[in-house]
């Protein structure tokens, strides 16, 4: 069999057919710039004497004039005035900005390059008195792609309407561990809350119902914001940091006036001892019993807050003039109503591990499956967006190493190279080893460092999929997937056969009598495929791996036939990123100003920028939930 072609990225995207959606996603929200100085795909003329503006591109089709340079003033040293350059896109026509310069001032017109399929016009110039006068060049573009997206208006948020449904002084969306801390937080400081929640109440919760449930904190505030820094590599901000190391610090104080009893659990400390700061990490579960969601929801009920479910949020309701958030627009039975947010409202509404566009936009790479709730499609993003918002952090997971997929249609993943036993390897789609496959996967660290490999030669992500390896004492010693976590392991009903021939019958494991014949069945060069057993099969029988330093004791030859093969992909259970926030859980725009009467909390726009220490997500859930509580209560309502 001829040696396997790897697929670029792209290629995979548009086999799969959602590299358009990605596409038309990203000029969306590229395109748009919800700035006071420039207005989508227009110019904007500088007053006499002021310096010219910018504009961003215009969008697809459209035209695009470049900004009016500066009037010159009178006096022979007076700065050469010069016309504002227009940029156009696919099929638009740009003409550079006019520029007229004083006396003695010299006047330079913008220069002008035409989008694809584009016309390109330079800007005029009239030099002053003594002055000399400059046209701008013009560039066209080149022919028009085929595969443009149509012209795009840029999104606004909705403006304000004149009837409103429902109203509450707070309104939050989302049930995890952000939005009940949240809404705790908001009630107990004298707030009317209301909470929003997507799914189903028996799907409530969202990725914290369905996580561990546990959480760490440190020792001392400055070991932590010390260990939180450094776990950040530099992509979150220092004062954010100092609150989250300051309020971990106390943070089993206020769980215990919820009813949680903190029990020191042991696990993840530290998950990165070579860090510093790594000596102050403790983790904890709840003593008490019922894990730490249900004591929040508890509370939650105890303080009489409504939960409204299926009632997902589309959009912010934002005052054009002020940029305030004034409401929510929600989706109930069919039907969109206006909710009016006296004082704020909470994003807690998770990331985007649910939405393919999403993720072949942000994350390194394609296909990535989810251990998470599929109610989880980068809804609250999208709405941050619209109001202004900066992202950060968008191409941060929580991960392990991978896991299986039965239909790549379902999203829903079951986790297993976690349990995969000594007698297996993992291989590339080229047939080579790539890893120590039993060696500890800390959270995020393994799949990024492994499975996100990308081949520059090969121009392939060429371990997605990757394959493990195993023969038949393997296959018959017990399951591949031990216990089903996450979203499949709650609400999943399939149970995995006990010796694997359930999954062998149906096609899930692929088989061969030979290591060739297996090599033919997944697609892989036989002559590297079996190269590759046979080197650590030697392995084996020496007692130590060469190429991995895997421990001896976990050399388990690969003799006996049949052999088998099980496809892996990488895994991850939540996305990070999402609209940035401050130390006061403020929502940011990309020039650090705080949008109006808006919020977020949780994993959606999380602080965790790079590495992750387990237990991690829940704490900051909890803290920034219940400091976005506190800081909405406090706004004084609008009129």
């Not at 009178?74 to 310069?101: E, H, L, N, Q, V």
């Not at 000399?132 to 060049?137: F, I, M, Q, V, Y």
Request: net charge negative; glycine share 16%.
């Amino acid at each position: 069999m001829a040696k396997r072609t790897p697929r670029s990225r792209r290629e995979f995207l548009l086999d799969v057919g959602i590299a358009a959606t990605g596409v038309a996603a990203s000029a969306a929200l590229a395109g748009c710039s919800q700035g006071d100085d420039c207005n989508c795909g227009n110019g904007t003329q500088p007053p006499t004497g002021g310096a010219g503006g910018t504009c961003p591109p215009a969008q697809s089709g459209g035209a695009q004039t470049g900004s009016g340079g500066v009037t010159g003033g009178t006096g022979g040293t007076t700065i050469p005035a010069t016309g504002g350059g227009g940029s156009g896109t696919t099929g638009g026509t740009t003409t550079g900005g006019a520029a007229t310069g004083g006396t003695g001032g010299g006047a330079t017109g913008g220069a002008a390059t035409g989008g694809t399929g584009g016309e390109a016009t330079g800007g005029a110039a009239t030099g002053g008195t003594g002055g000399e006068a400059t046209g701008g060049a013009a560039t066209g573009g080149a022919e028009n792609c085929p595969e443009c997206p149509p012209p795009t208006e840029c999104p606004t948020p909705a403006t304000l309407p004149t009837e409103w449904a429902r109203e509450a002084d707070v309104v939050v969306l989302g049930t995890g561990f952000a939005g009940l801390a949240a809404a705790i937080a908001a009630a107990d400081a004298g707030a009317e809350v209301l909470i929003l929640e997507k799914m189903p109440e028996a799907e409530e919760g969202g990725n914290s119902i369905i996580s561990g449930n546990m959480w760490w904190t440190p020792t001392s505030v400055d070991g932590g914001a010390t260990y939180i820094s450094a776990l950040s590599v530099g992509a979150t901000d220092e004062p954010y940091i100092q609150m989250l190391a300051q309020e971990m610090y106390g943070l089993n104080d206020w769980l215990a006036t919820l009813g949680v009893t903190a029990s020191p659990l042991g696990i993840f400390e530290p998950e990165y001892p070579e860090l510093p700061g790594s000596d102050s990490v403790r983790t904890w579960s709840n003593g008490a019993g019922g894990g730490l969601w249900q004591p929040l929801r508890d509370a939650v009920s105890a303080r009489g807050v409504e939960v409204l479910y299926e009632t997902p949020a589309v959009d912010l309701i934002q005052d054009p003039s002020t940029r305030e958030i004034k409401g929510v627009v929600a989706q109930s039975g069919g039907q969109n109503v206006n909710i009016r947010c006296r004082r704020a409202v909470i994003l807690a509404c998770g990331g985007f591990e649910f939405d393919v566009a999403l993720q072949a936009q942000y994350l390194p790479a394609w296909p990535v499956f989810c251990q998470g709730t599929p109610g989880n499609t980068g809804d609250g993003i999208r709405m941050a967006q619209k109001a202004g918002a900066a992202l950060w952090h968008m191409n941060n997971t929580l991960a392990h190493v991978g896991c299986f997929v039965a239909d790549p249609t379902d999203p829903t993943s079951i986790p297993i190279s976690l349990s995969l036993p000594n007698g297996c390897i993992l291989v590339d789609q080229f047939g080579s080893r790539f890893m120590n496959e039993r060696r500890e996967d800390r959270h995020g660290f393994g799949h990024k460092e492994y499975l996100l490999f990308f081949d520059a030669l090969m121009q392939s992500f060429s371990r997605i999929p990757c394959y493990g390896l195993f023969d038949d004492t393997t296959r018959r010693a017990g399951r591949l997937a031990g216990g089903l976590s996450g979203w499949f392991g709650r609400h999943g009903t399939y149970t995995w056969s006990a010796d694997n021939s359930a999954e062998v019958a149906s096609g899930w494991i692929k088989q061969g009598q030979t290591w060739d014949a297996l090599a033919a069945a997944i697609g892989v060069e036989p002559a590297v495929l079996n190269a590759t057993v046979t080197r650590y099969n030697e392995f084996c029988a020496a007692g130590q791996d060469q190429d991995f330093a895997r421990t001896a004791s976990t050399l388990q030859a690969l003799t006996t036939a049949p052999y088998f093969a099980i496809p892996i992909y990488p895994m991850m259970y939540n996305t990070q990123g999402g609209p940035r926030r401050n130390e006061a859980c403020r929502v940011v725009s990309p020039f650090g100003e705080a949008i109006p009467r808006l919020y977020s909390a949780g994993e959606l726009g999380s602080g965790w920028g790079w590495m992750y220490n387990g237990g991690g997500n829940a704490s900051e859930a909890v803290i920034t939930g219940r400091r976005a509580g506190e800081n909405a209560a406090g706004e004084a309502p609008w009129a």
